[in-house]
């Protein structure tokens, strides 16, 4: 099967089998995928959280307005904007700069080209420029589920007050998106629906 097959294959999975679990070696390749997810500067503003513990599937689950795919999903990852760009930028230099204080010195223009631009925004601003870049790595992480043939579904559909208040999150992240993975319970009963390629492309 090839990448592009699988896209035709997968579909959000709205039932999962709670009997079956994610391989613990295809798991790290998912996250392994949105961690290689490019972003703006390559900040990646934001966090995900790993959620296993019954007890959290099941509060996220009824914050999801009693969707079932997070409580019976195995893993549910939760996406989060990260507002805290100047800690983010600090840590970039750090970490390409390996330390090194000269190097550090030569990437302080960069510093303040993203202090002065997106780091000067709002706070709701920034949260609105983080949640762009996450989703670009929930792509990479539901595009490497269906590669390797897992299920998924990501979903946008829940009270990110509650989440939020349920993982304990510091002011500076807020969860923008989810995405239950596994595998299905049962095969997709519609066809897949899309715009035609003359629709979609010109």
Known sequence: MTFLSQLDWRFATKLFDASKT???????????????????????????????????????????FGQPQPKDAPVTLVFCADSDISAKINAYIETASGGDAAIKESMSSLRDMVNQGIGSASEEQRFAWAAKQAYIALGFGMAACAELGIDSCPMEGFNPQVVDETLRLPTHLRSIALLSIGFRAAEPTRKKVRLTDTELFS
Do not use: Y
């Open 22 to 64: 994610v391989p613990e070696e295809q798991f790290r390749k998912i996250l392994h995928a949105i961690h290689m997810a490019p972003t703006s500067f390559g900040l990646q503003p934001f966090h995900v959280f790993i959620v296993r513990d019954e007890d959290v599937k099941q509060k996220i689950s009824q914050a999801a």
